[in-house]
């Protein structure tokens, strides 16, 4: 005996088995996703009253590239767009514009990894600096023109540094989320204040570091759901560039097998940008 | 099959020319097979072996607590050597060794042994050729889940010899301890508890997926979903528990993992010292939240852990009283209740943690509303036995001690399910005594009736039945040797985790007889090990020397699994089976024989 409804579907449940297969599996993944969210929910109802980072537990905002973000959801909508157009195509018998159109898709798939990786970059190279006098800056470090990554105050201390020149970011500036009013602020350093090189003694600083998970929970969830998020969009790329590079001999033996497929991945697909729709108004709105 | 026939010559097999079938070899054939019963067998050997290696951790523990202080006998200079002496000086248990042995076997017993047994191996082997299938839904996907299993498996193994040894921090991983333990190792025994965890969770993930599509899917012609034997419920409402529960799980463990190497805060608590000092973290965590997602996944585990085996004893039942199980349709129910209930009732085990007394009642209600289904299933197995004339061979004997075992097991959590009475006897031995009653007396005899079961379907011969008296009765004594004690332990205030058995906490003044008591356990530990001995020799003996089956069908049963050759050959079934009746149709009145196979007409 052969496994049957592998391509056809069984007439009772109207699915072949990979369609189950794959909504069974998304159900997983709604409860994968939908624990993180809910421990972001958690986390920031559990965050400390006050402003962050001058309240080191407290709740940063703003803090993300909103323009790029929009962007990248928009890459990932028309890579949605583009993967349902391949697949019309497959059931329209075109296996070249299937093709045509997957490759637009994997182009916006690789395009969202790379403004993701961008925007990591970005982070890593972006610090919290606490002093002594318990104020905080935010800003980049400039070690002779570099913005080096991942330092700590023990990386500043090991290279005997006297000082750091730092780019410190307009005050304050993490303190409200989108669309809130902000409080006009006097401060030093007037319209260019947002690049303002300041040299901070390494003596008067307590705490250094970058944008990493472990700066606080806000980092935390955001690069662990971000990055889950990234090696899902890799995975389904992978199987989908899979397919459009590999799959004409299984579209000449059976299409209707590899347009099946294109349809599970698809629905994958959907899925992972389903995702982001929420990460990104979550993330960097909010 | 038939592609792999006709493109046998390109693979070069120059003998057995004349053979019609390829033949695999043996990589292909027992190693990356894609055959449902061969992934069967493979996570049955290999959930047994843990089974045993779990048991044997238990072991070494009981010594320590009923003998604390005194040198292991036979294994402590061998730990002592591999271990070090911060684990097993002079083949004294250490404090770390006994609380690593003590996550060990928790985790290995559920995850690894228990689990795999129940779903991997019996759901594996039984379901598809009960719903008449030729395989599982998705073969390849199968071999993956065996196989991340396995490498789970090997991960949690490897973890005993890193410096600082294995997670200590109970199987239930409680941070910050969890997070804080072995902090100074950067791969610790945590990391690779965590590693081993996301291979298992996504092992399971890949087999729920599989299962439910093969039910869903493959069910034979005729095979209405009112049908199936109450076996396939069971791994249905199985499947979906592991889909949905486990994922939490995973997203806990990913971020347990980011606290341990990335050093984030997910749940660590602002402001946390240790002996050492402040702990250095940005805070902001929180540690009920581990619990929640913990207990997410861990309370529907514990329906995990029992369904399939109710699931085992219902076929067995019926099978030996040669009636069909009284009240199907409503064990139908009861389990899909079961299935629901156990999503919100996870927070019962969390009552000490001050989460309020609103929540509290909530989850104490939702405790008890789950206790109706479980005691629909058992109610009606009894009731399914009255009237019946009952064979007693071993599979009926291991399937009626089920009943009151798991009866006990599940009567004695009431107390705990009630947040007044919770708050004494948390955290006692009576919880030890509790949950094990469920799962070694309960669960464990279910999968052993199970074994008995099918064991002549698998291989063409029956196992011994003089063996298997022994060994049911040796385990069904020592089991509540063990068990029923722990009872008395927790209710007189003996806490668990301790390394020492309480001595030093418990010692002075309190009645001795309560500590005298961990010697009783021991004792009856080690006799049920010798009593384990019987089953091995006989499931390795029988492959060569027991009765050979006179028939396809040597229990007179009902279901489609009995209807295949045997052992059932690559595709299950000579011809497609197609159902004509229900699954326990058993001394049905004018009948020439008293069972009416499904697949047969009329």
Redesign the interface.
């Known amino acids: 005996m052969e496994i049957p409804y592998t391509v056809k579907p069984r007439p009772d449940t109207g699915l072949y088995n990979a369609k189950v297969g794959i909504w069974l599996f998304l159900a997983s993944e709604v409860m994968l996703f939908g624990a993180l969210f809910s421990s972001y929910i958690l986390l920031r109802v559990g965050a400390l009253d006050g402003f962050w980072p001058d309240v080191a537990t407290a709740w940063p905002h703003g803090l993300l590239n909103i323009p790029i973000g929009t962007f990248n959801t928009a890459v990932l909508i028309i890579s949605s767009v583009t993967v349902v157009m391949a697949w019309a195509a497959l059931k329209a018998g075109n296996f070249a514009k299937f093709q045509k159109f997957m490759m637009v898709t994997l182009v916006c798939a690789l395009g969202f990894l790379c403004i993701k990786s961008y925007e990591y970059n970005e982070k890593f190279t972006h610090y919290v600096i606490r002093l002594k006098d318990g104020t905080a800056v935010t800003g980049h470090l400039d070690i002779d023109g570099h913005s080096p990554r991942f330092w700590t105050l023990d990386t500043v201390t090991a290279k005997k540094l006297a000082s750091v020149k730092v780019h410190v970011d307009v005050p304050n500036q993490f303190r409200y989320p989108v669309g809130m009013k902000r409080p006009e602020v006097a401060h030093e350093g007037g319209a260019h204040a947002e690049h303002a090189a300041r040299e901070i003694k390494t003596s008067d600083i307590t705490f250094l570091q970058a944008f990493v998970p472990a700066t606080g929970t806000f980092f935390a969830i955001y690069f662990t759901m971000t990055f889950l998020h990234g090696l899902h969009v890799l995975g389904g790329a992978l199987v989908l560039g899979y397919f459009t590079f590999f799959g004409k001999k299984m579209w000449e033996t059976d299409p209707e097998r590899l347009t099946n497929r294109i349809e599970v991945g698809g629905l994958f697909w959907h899925f992972v940008d389903l995702v982001w729709i929420f990460l990104f108004p979550v993330m960097y709105l909010l | 099959?038939?592609t792999a026939t006709t493109h046998a010559p390109s693979h070069g097999h120059a003998h057995g020319g004349a053979h019609d079938h390829h033949e695999p070899g043996f990589w292909s054939k027992y190693i990356f097979s894609t055959d449902h019963k061969m992934i069967g067998i493979q996570y049955g050997i290999t959930s047994l072996i843990f089974l045993f290696f779990g048991f044997l951790l238990m072991l070494a523990m009981r010594q320590q607590l009923a003998y604390p202080g005194k040198a292991l006998p036979i294994v402590g200079q061998f730990l002592a050597k591999t271990l070090g002496d911060d684990m097993a000086k002079d083949g004294v248990m250490q404090a770390d060794l006994y609380n690593a042995f003590g996550a060990m076997h928790g985790t290995i017993m559920v995850f690894l042994a228990i689990v795999p047994l129940a779903f991997g191996a019996f759901g594996n082997y039984v379901t598809p050729l009960q719903i008449g299938?030729?395989?599982m839904?998705?073969?390849r996907?199968n071999m993956a889940s065996y196989h991340l299993y396995f490498w789970g498996g090997a991960v949690m193994l490897a973890s005993f010899f890193i410096p600082g040894g294995a997670a200590k921090s109970g199987w239930t991983s409680y941070s910050p301890l969890a997070t804080l333990a072995d902090r100074d190792h950067l791969v610790n025994g945590q990391t690779l508890w965590l590693i081993g965890m996301v291979l298992l969770i996504t092992s399971s993930?890949l087999g729920?997926?599989?299962f439910?599509?093969t039910i869903?899917?493959?069910r034979a012609k005729g095979m209405t979903w009112m049908r199936l034997p109450f076996f396939v419920w069971a791994q249905f409402v199985t499947g979906f528990l592991l889909?949905?529960?486990?994922?939490?799980l995973?997203?806990?463990g990913?971020?347990q993992l980011?606290d341990n190497v990335?050093?984030?805060?997910?749940f660590l608590p602002?402001g946390l010292v240790t002996n050492a000092g402040p702990v250095p973290?940005?805070?902001?965590?929180?540690p009920l939240?581990w619990q929640?997602?913990f207990w997410?996944l861990a309370h529907p585990e514990v329906y995990v852990l029992i369904l399939p085996a109710m699931g085992v004893v219902s076929e067995i039942i019926a099978n030996n009283t040669r009636k069909p199980l009284w009240g199907y349709k409503s064990m139908v129910y009861a389990a899909l209740g079961i299935g629901f209930l156990a999503f919100i009732v996870w927070a019962h085990h969390m009552y000490l943690t001050g989460m309020g007394t609103k929540i509290s009642t909530f989850f104490q209600t939702t405790t008890m509303m789950i206790s109706i289904p479980s005691v629909i299933i058992l109610t009606a197995l009894f009731i399914s036995l009255w009237g019946g004339s009952i064979r007693f061979n071993t599979p009926m004997l291991f399937a009626l001690a089920f009943l009151p075992m798991f009866g006990i097991g599940g009567l004695t959590g009431l107390p705990l399910g009630f947040n007044a009475s919770d708050i004494y006897l948390h955290d006692s031995y009576y919880v030890i005594g509790h949950f094990h009653y469920v799962v070694a007396p309960g669960t464990i005899f279910g999968l052993f009736a199970g074994v008995y079961f099918w064991y002549p379907k698998a291989t063409g011969r029956y196992m011994s039945e003089i063996l298997g008296k022994i060994h049911f009765a040796g385990s069904f004594l020592c089991m509540n040797l063990i068990f029923a004690p722990m009872f008395v332990q927790g209710l007189k205030g003996m806490s668990r985790r301790m390394y020492d058995g309480g001595s030093t906490y418990f010692g002075n003044g309190v009645d001795p007889a309560i500590l005298d008591l961990n010697k009783t356990i021991t004792h009856s530990a080690i006799l049920l090990g010798l009593f384990q001995i019987p089953f091995i020799v006989n499931f390795f003996l029988s492959l060569w020397n027991g009765k050979k089956v006179e028939s396809d069908n040597p229990w007179q049963a009902t279901t489609l699994d009995w209807q295949t050759p045997t052992p059932p050959p690559h595709?299950?079934?000579a011809t497609?089976p197609v159902v004509y009746r229900g699954p326990y149709e058993y001394s049905v009145p004018g009948a020439s024989k008293d069972f009416i196979q499904q697949g047969q007409p009329g």
């Open positions: 099959m038939h299938a030729p395989d839904a998705f073969p996907l993930l729920a997926v599989n439910i599509t869903i899917q493959l889909l949905l529960a486990f994922p939490p995973e997203a806990a990913l971020m980011a990335l050093k984030t805060s997910f602002t973290v940005s805070g902001g965590g929180s939240l929640y997602l997410f595709g299950n079934f497609e």
